[in-house]
């Protein structure tokens, strides 16, 4: 499984039957299939997809049923469609019980940065913003460092922010950590890691539970 | 009886350089792929272009953006098309981006006849600079002008004679929106049907919204299945 997957499949665990979700773009895609059948979820689509399905086996697309980042999706039953205006009245609406985004760094406090690399990367906002701003809670799931290995979790983001102190919970291939007044709490921790692997590869002070620390 | 059909080129004949176009769509969903086609057919140049998205690279109005007909984009995100992000770095064209519900409520408040919005979205982000700031129930909150075209350009699946538009699954979007926030509207649809087949309690567009209906004859081949998004 990769990184990415192991991501995915832990954040799935982290939604309440009966829940409205959002699904950011990349990790969050994958979280669908790790979805407990025996639970009702309602995923929402930016682009107009209330009741959203799982990915579109082959053959079967529908030109006019896509995901917020195009990929052809199916659709449950009890669906509704609806226009952009009422697609974003339920996330700033305060409807939105949860959701899921990637991210370029975090903030101990919970703060997001992920949509702008001032002069290298500015594709523009997209729904993000006010998804990390109104949902009930945002959980990111990112892969712990980037790609040279630097830590994303920092004790303040050095990009723009996309929206202060809106993260809840952060998952990545290394850990489930909880954002709370007292600071950044590991809650779990993956059996293929150790504590001491985690703080060198987080910023920020990481605080650990006074009980158990569960692992996944 | 009003019958508001018309030819493609006759519909889209009072655009002209420097216009506000906005156009429909999220993807491939709802784009006016064949009204995109007739305006760049038609030569003009300068446009300031409103969308959600650029489309994809080589596709709609990606095609007119390609072809150095706009000036100006205003969109939410252009994450699938990096020759119009390269065109914006290279400064060919001006690019304003807004959170997309609040894109979507600009041009709500455009087509319901308001001056413009407040929000907190954006608030304390690099969104706040030069925007006007002004406290309402204790909370700094920015306006956000409302934002109407010249003319729109959108997609429906049904449209009766009179211009009673339903749209298909996610080609909604914002069609809905833009069908009330222009001085012309004109939209293109798959399907015609006669005053009076429509269930009135369906209709998701009421036509009197609508100048210029165009019937699509056939569907390009940009309608379709786009390949790289088959998983």
Known sequence: MSLKEIIAKRAAREIQDGSIINLGIGIPTLIPKYLDATKTVIVHSENGIIGMGQACPRGAEDRNLIDAGGRYVTVNSGVSFCDSVLSFSLIRGGRLDLAFLGALEVSKTGDLANWIIPGKYSPGIGGGMEVAQKAKRLIVTITHTDRKGRPKILDSCTLPLTAGKCVSTIITELGVFDILETGLHLREISKETDIDHIIRNTEADIILPEGELLVF | ?231
């Open chain 2, 1 to 231: 009886m009003i019958d508001k059909t018309n030819t493609l080129e006759k519909a889209i004949q009072t655009i002209s350089d420097g216009s506000t176009l906005m156009f429909g769509g999220f993807g491939v969903p709802g784009t006016p792929f064949t009204l995109i086609d007739g305006i760049i057919a038609l030569g003009v140049t300068d446009l300031t272009l409103i969308k959600n998205e650029a489309n994809e690279d080589g596709m709609g109005l990606s095609k007119l953006i390609e072809a150095g007909r706009s000036k100006k984009l205003i969109t939410s995100h252009l994450g699938l098309n990096a020759t119009v992000i390269g065109i914006m770095n290279r400064r060919e064209i001006e690019v304003e981006f807004y959170p997309q519900g609040i894109l979507a409520e600009k041009i709500r408040a455009g087509g319901a006849g308001l001056q413009g919005i407040l929000t907190d979205i954006g608030m304390g982000t690099i969104l706040e600079k030069n925007k006007q700031v002004v406290v309402m129930d204790g909370k700094p909150t920015m306006i956000e002008p409302a934002l109407r075209a010249d003319v729109a350009l959108i997609h429906a699946s049904v449209a009766d004679r009179y211009g009673n538009l339903v749209y298909e699954k996610s080609a909604r979007n914002f069609n809905a929106a833009m069908a009330t926030a222009a001085d012309r509207v004109i939209v293109e649809t798959e399907h015609l049907v006669e005053v009076g087949e429509l269930d009135p309690d369906q209709v998701h567009t009421p036509g009197a919204f609508i100048d210029h209906i165009v019937l699509l004859d056939q569907l390009s081949k940009e309608y379709g299945i786009l390949k790289r998004h088959v998983t």
